[in-house]
Nanobody, 127 residues
Framework: QVQLVESGGGLVQAGGSLRLSCAAS????????MGWFRQAPGKEREFVAATSWSGGSTNYADSVKGRFSISRDTTKNTVYLQMNSLKPEDTAVYYC????????????????????WGQGTQVTVSS
């Protein structure tokens, strides 16, 4: 059973930065594709960023390209989401997810593709 625990959320002013962490069960980050999703009140959970098991491929939602960066540290079994130039519309609960499947074109975008989820961490951006 894979366990994922997010941390690093909080309250930040628009234009600020936060770094989210996702601590995973041993071996997960080096063998699973990892993704970040977010869910704002009253909205569907949406894709933010993903990385393949090797780290060789990364993908981002258009709304965060150039501002967010996903990375992984296999020695710490942790995936990070660096968020810069935050906007009020980035306010949401952010979730980490892991997938066993092949990192093929487009599948990382769909929340149904992921097998394991964390509990989420709240990010609030004030204007």
């Amino acid at each position: 059973q894979v366990q994922l625990v997010e941390s690093g959320g909080g309250l930040v002013q628009a234009g600020g930065s936060l770094r989210l962490s996702c601590a995973a069960s041993e071996g997960t980050v080096s063998t699973y594709a990892m993704g970040w999703f977010r869910q704002a009140p009253g909205k569907e959970r949406e894709f933010v960023a993903a990385t393949s098991w090797s780290g060789g491929s990364t993908n981002y939602a258009d709304s965060v390209k150039g501002r967010f960066s996903i990375s992984r540290d296999t020695t710490k079994n942790t995936v990070y989401l660096q968020m810069n130039s935050l906007k009020p519309e980035d306010t949401a609960v952010y979730y980490c997810a892991a997938a066993r499947g092949q990192y093929l074109s487009g599948n990382w975008y769909y929340k149904e593709w992921y097998d394991y989820w964390g509990q989420g961490t709240q990010v609030t951006v004030s204007s």
